[in-house]
């Protein structure tokens, strides 16, 4: 079946660095959603990418979807204590039902300051 | 306040003493669908529901039961609970069919299976 893949699973930036949370599908994909999920939260919604080649920012973050369409990244540029928590990456599954969603194990951020 | 409601937050219960998980959105979405996190695995959808009374199985749907009589509650029924299904759960919402639309989800319930 599709597997979304998330790279890295952890990473820790002291606060001020950058941050790149990397996601690739074994298939092509439709779109993709991205979701953060602060410690001891719940994933909430941060973008849908669509388009081959879109870009899409929101302040310090940064959203690419590759041309592909198999593959996509979060950019966090100077990283804030804040922007703590998980990142995950989400995009429909191929074939059959078209209404699975299949998330990325995520990459755990944290941010030392 | 749009929101997406599960109860309980929290339950420890013993193997094989049935137990529902409520979930209500007061959003008036069509699509609805739960999810556990387990520590290593991320989100694995259990089931989902496109419409009232349509309902069907996500990658993990041993174990577990769906009703969607109405369309703000998708309760989650574990029958017959095992230590395996010890878990955080979580219920989200889409106004759309769930793969191109933003999801809502509820606070999770931390369920504990002795």
């Known amino acids: 079946g599709q597997q979304v893949m998330q790279i890295p699973q952890y990473q820790h930036v002291q606060e001020g660095e950058d941050f790149t949370t990397y996601c690739n599908s074994s298939?092509?994909?439709?779109?993709i959603q991205w979701y953060k999920q602060r410690p001891g939260g719940h994933p909430v919604f941060l973008i849908q990418?669509?388009?081959?080649?879109e870009v899409k920012k929101q302040k310090r973050l940064t959203f690419q979807f590759g041309e592909a369409k198999k593959n996509s990244s979060l950019h966090i540029t100077a990283t804030q204590t804040t922007d703590v928590g998980t990142y995950f990456c989400a995009g429909p599954t191929s074939g059959g039902s078209n209404y699975k969603l299949t998330f990325g194990k995520g990459t755990l951020l944290t941010v030392n300051p | 306040e749009a929101q997406v409601t599960q109860n309980p937050r929290y339950l420890i219960t013993v193997t094989g003493k049935k137990l529902t998980v409520t979930c209500s959105q007061n959003m008036n979405h069509e699509y609805m669908s739960w999810y556990r996190q387990d520590p290593g695995l991320g989100l694995r959808q259990i089931y989902y529901?496109?419409?009232?009374?349509?309902?069907d199985k996500g990658d993990v749907p041993e174990g577990y039961k769906v009703s969607r009589k109405e369309k703000r509650n998708f309760p989650l029924i574990l029958e017959s609970p095992s230590p395996n299904q010890t878990s955080l759960y979580f219920c989200?919402?889409?106004?759309?069919?769930?793969?191109?639309?933003?999801?809502?989800f509820g606070e999770g319930s931390r369920l504990t299976v002795l």
């Open positions: 989200a919402s889409s106004f759309s069919t769930g793969n191109t639309g933003e999801l809502f």
């Open positions: 298939t092509t994909l439709s779109n």
């Open positions: 990418l669509v388009k081959s080649g």
């Open positions: 529901s496109m419409n009232v009374e349509v309902t």
